[in-house]
Structure formats: C-alpha cells, structure tokens
Nanobody
C-alpha cells in the first residue's frame, strides 16, 4: 500500500523559509513523478510544484516560481519543497502526491487528477 507522509510545516514570519519533506513507501519511488499541492481555508486545492521521476524536470505555479524549489532523493524515497521568501498568501495545508503512471513528465503534472495517492498534509502558516 502506498503511503506518503509529509513533515516540516509550521509557523514562520513573512520573508522566512521552511522545508517540507515527503517520505514515500509502497511504490517504486524512483519511477514516479511527485507533486506538491496546497489548500488554503475556503479555497480549492491548487498546484504548487512537481518533479519528474528522475528529477531532471521541475514545474512550478507562477505564484511560487523563484521562491520555491522542489527536489527529490530517490535513494531515500523523499521529495522536498524548499520555500523561501514566504508570504501570508502561502498559508495553507500542503500535500504531496505521487503520480499514477510511471515515468510521467510534462505540464499535465500540474493537474491533481494525475495523482492517485496523497499525504495527510502539513500546515504552513506565514504570519505578518
């Protein structure tokens, strides 16, 4: 059974940094793209970032481009989201997800329906 466990969320001041991690098990991690999504109170879940199976291609929402960096360690079956220059509008629950198909890449990784397993989420709160 696939399990995804996020960690690293918390409370940070505007302009601060956080690193989220997601540990995966139950699937050959190195064959699957991973995505990060977030959901703020009263809003729909939105795409944040994604990385292909090998780590050679990354994708970002315009709202986080230049501030967030997604990376992966296939030897440790983890994917990370490094978040810098955080803003109050980054406040949300952040979820990692694993793609449903092997060796996926491309802009369709921005679509939540492309993922079949999700973590429980980790809260990120940016205070002003």
């Amino acid at each position: 059974q696939v399990q995804l466990v996020e960690s690293g969320g918390g409370l940070v001041q505007v302009g601060g940094s956080l690193r989220l991690s997601c540990a995966a098990s139950g699937r050959t991690f190195s064959s699957y793209a991973m995505g990060w999504f977030r959901q703020a109170p009263g809003k729909e879940r939105e795409f944040v970032a994604a990385i292909n199976w090998s780590g050679t291609s990354t994708y970002y929402a315009d709202s986080v481009k230049g501030r967030f960096t997604v990376s992966r360690d296939n030897a440790k079956s983890t994917v990370n989201l490094h978040m810098n220059s955080l803003k109050p509008e980054d406040t949300a629950i952040y979820y990692c997800a694993i793609d449903r198909a092997k060796y996926a890449r491309g802009n369709y990784l921005r679509d939540a329906s492309d993922y079949d397993y999700w973590g429980q989420g980790t809260q990120v709160t940016v205070s002003s």
